[in-house]
Nanobody, 123 residues
Framework: QVQLVESGGGLVQAGGSLRLSCAAS????????IGWFRQAPGKEREFVGS????????YYPDSVKGRFAISRDNAKNTVYLQMNSLKPEDTAVYYC????????????????WGQGTQVTVSS
């Protein structure tokens, strides 16, 4: 089982950028399909992007497409979520998740989760 630890969250003004990191241990992150999710208070956990194991194709919902980008650094066993043009509605706890299997982008499709990192975007 891979262990995941997110970092890089914080407070940023609207229009700003943050880069979140998801450091993996116990297994090689390149073996996993990666998902990023977020959860705002009182709301369900929401998919914000995924990256395939092979080929590196990425997928994003319309709410973040063109603003968020996932990348991997296999040498550091780390995955990143670059977030640009941030909006107050992006405020949430952000989680990375991993799956050994191909599948959908719902919460139940990922078996390993980090503890989350808080992102707050002020207006």
């Amino acid at each position: 089982q891979v262990q995941l630890v997110e970092s890089g969250g914080g407070l940023v003004q609207a229009g700003g950028s943050l880069r979140l990191s998801c450091a993996a241990s116990g297994r090689t992150i390149s073996s996993y399909r990666i998902g990023w999710f977020r959860q705002a208070p009182g709301k369900e956990r929401e998919f914000v992007g995924s990256a395939l194991r092979i080929g590196g194709s990425t997928y994003y919902p319309d709410s973040v497409k063109g603003r968020f980008a996932i990348s991997r650094d296999n040498a550091k066993n780390t995955v990143y979520l670059q977030m640009n043009s941030l909006k107050p509605e992006d405020t949430a706890v952000y989680y990375c998740a991993a799956s050994l299997y191909s599948g959908g982008n719902s919460v139940s499709d990922f078996g390993s989760w980090g503890q989350g990192t808080q992102v707050t975007v002020s207006s």
